[in-house]
Structures are given as structure tokens and as C-alpha cells.
């Protein structure tokens, strides 16, 4: 027993010696993080040099919900992202910190761990670390406005009460530097932790409760994914998208379509400026592809699409996908680049109900209400509130 307890202190102690010889080298530490997911979710695939701890998660709150991260300390990450719209925003098209609109609407952040690409249309964003760039420093469209004020965000986390010592727990490898390396890690090492699985249809479907969702829910569920409606082919998976990447899926899969939203000229295009993924690859076959969003929330997500253009699930239903795309509803021609899988259907106002229903079985409460999601309640800069609405 004593040997026994020997070997144990010795191992610890080994252990101890190595994070310290690896931190002084400046190398990462491995990650002790646990995660807090079902048995049935897989893990996601985290960076080799960002791996997961409290205390960086605890600094990437702070930060995520600290207004001083914008040019005229208006605006976080958490103004686009509350938590009560699934960390998405209510509104049609995301709103800067001078007031200007963006171009896409805020995308929701649940589970966003799993997602192989960030945006909704750039396949070149693959990191949340890279991603966080864009509304910091973008200047088309100017959203939290910082592009050229570096060294003004260092010296206001620098001039906090906590943040010095918070950077120092996150990151004792660094030395607690302040820099935008070290920012971006944290805010995405929180944003890994806004993970939904404990909606009703998680329950009933993988927590074997039969009485988890309603009846009428189940119905929709056949509906769902059945041939009739498609609906699953793009939107399938546990989170109901077909994009995703985790660690019994290392190579991740990754869906953009056109699904006839737009026709403005009788060959399927979009509006200048909004033709998604051909912006990227100048592919005309990737005219008004996007990425396929997550269903996981989307009862308190609208309103949808990626220019917030449907304000409701039950236009989405019938005034989009019923009808080959809107394109091609009333008068009008359905896009001929539009995806195989978006073919319209005929579909009764009973069973649209039943396929709402389904999909607000995709709400988990405790993902929206959760402590550790919400702004921290003792940071001086924190207090972020749904904006006026302006759809």
C-alpha cells in the first residue's frame, strides 16, 4: 500500500514537472478539460495549439461578453450572439457597432464546435480562431470595428482589474500575454462550450423517453425525414445539418446549396453581393450556395436564411420549400441551380404543424438558460441586451 502510494506521488509529481518544462518552453499543455457531453455526442476535434481548460474558457466568457472589444466600447460578441436566440440575434442582418448592417444574418452558435466551416459561405474559415478576426477587424461591413486599434484593445485589457491575472491562469506557457493570439483562443475555447444536446427530441430520441415530445412532434418527425420532404438529407445528423466534423469523423463533411431562393434572371441568380460561395471559388455551378445551418434551436433562431428574408418556420415550409425555392413560387420560375433535394411538395397546414412541432422539439431550455452561457455577472462590461428590433 505504502509502495503503492509511492508510485502515485511520483507519477503526479512526473507529471507536474512536465506541464512546467512545457510551459517554459513555450509549448501547449495538454488538456485536461471535460467535456460536458452525453454518452451517444462524440468529442469535437480541437486545435493542437488551443487546448481546452477552465480557466481559458472562464477568460473567453469574460471577453466574449466584454463591450471594450469594439472601437467605441458599444458592442461584444455577445450583442449578435444572446443566448436566448440559440447565440444568434433576432434580427434579419447583424448590426455593427456604428450602426451599420451586415450583410448575413448572425448565425447561431450551438454546437458550433462541430462545425468544419465558419460563416455562412466562406469554406476558407475552418477555426473559430481565424473566424473571430473578421468581426473584430472587418471593414466590409464595420462591425466591432478595431481594424488598426490593436494596440488600443491590448492596453484596455491590460488597464482591467482582473483580466492580467486571468491571462495568466489561461495561459502560463505564455507568460499571461495579451495579444490577439491568446484573445482569439480563449473567446473560442468558450464558444466550444455552447454545446446543446438536452433538447426533448435528444431525449426521446437518444434517452429512450417516449413521452419527451408530443405526438404531434412524432409526426413531424416522420415528415421530417422522409422522401416526401427531404428534409433530412441537407439536414441530417446530430445536429441536423450535413456539416460536421468530430472525432469519429476527423475529415469532416461539408454541404453549401442553392436552395432557389433567388432567380433575378431566369438562370439562378442571386443579388450582387449575395451569390455565397461563388464569392469564394468564382464557380459559376456555386452561384447562392450557402452552408447548410444547424436545425438545433431554430424555433428561437428566425428569422431564416442567410439574409433573414423568412420571418417564420411556417413561411420557410410554404413559401419556400413547398414551392421548388420562393424563386419559383406565384409567378415565378424555380432556379434552375437550385439543389437536387429541392424539389416542392405538397403539404396540408396539419402537417406543417406537425413538422413546427418536430422542430421545436429541437429547443433545449437548459442550453438557453445555462449559467455558464450567460454574461458573467461580476465583469464590469458585461451588460449586453437584445438590441432594438430592426428587421
Known sequence: MRSSSRFIALVACLAFCMTQVMAQA???????????????????????DNPMSEAKV????????????????????????????????????????TGEAGKRNAMPLANVAYLPTLTWANPN??????QILTPLFGEHPVEMGMSGKEQLLFERLKADIDYPRLFRQAFPELKGDISLRTITRAIAAFER???????????????????????????????????RLECYHCHGGMNFTDN????????????????????????????????GLR????????????RTPSLRNVAVTAPYMHDGSIPTLKEVIRQHYAVNGRAGGGTGAASPLRSQF?????????EIADLIAFLESLTDPRFLRHAAHQAPANRPDSGVHPKPKRR
Not at 76 to 86: E, F, M, N, T
Not at 125 to 130: D, F, P, R, S, Y
Request: charged fraction near 20%; glycine fraction near 10%; include cysteine.
Open 58 to 97: 472562464a477568460l473567453g466568457r469574460a471577453l466574449f461578453y466584454d463591450k471594450r472589444l469594439s472601437a467605441n466600447q458599444t458592442q461584444a460578441c455577445a450583442s449578435c450572439h444572446l443566448p436566448a436566440h440559440g447565440f444568434g440575434d433576432g434580427l434579419a442582418l447583424a448590426v455593427g457597432s
Open 193 to 227: 462550450t455552447l454545446l446543446s444536446f438536452d433538447s426533448p427530441y435528444d431525449r426521446y430520441r437518444y434517452g429512450k423517453q417516449n413521452q419527451a415530445i408530443s405526438t404531434s412532434a412524432k409526426r413531424g418527425e416522420q415528415l421530417f425525414f422522409g422522401e
Open 26 to 48: 513555450g509549448l501547449s499543455v495538454p488538456s485536461t478539460y471535460r467535456w460536458p457531453l452525453p454518452d451517444w455526442a462524440p468529442r469535437p476535434v480541437i486545435p493542437a
Open 244 to 275: 460536421q466534423i468530430h472525432r469519429m469523423q476527423p475529415l469532416g463533411e461539408r454541404g453549401f446549396h442553392n436552395t432557389g431562393l433567388y432567380n433575378q434572371d431566369g438562370k439562378g441568380a442571386y443579388p450582387p453581393g449575395h451569390q
Open 279 to 290: 464569392e469564394f471559388t468564382q464557380q459559376a455551378a456555386d452561384e447562392g450556395k450557402f
Open 125 to 130: 474559415v475552418t477555426t473559430l480562431e481565424q
Open 342 to 350: 429541392i424539389q416542392g411538395f405538397q403539404i396540408t397546414e396539419s
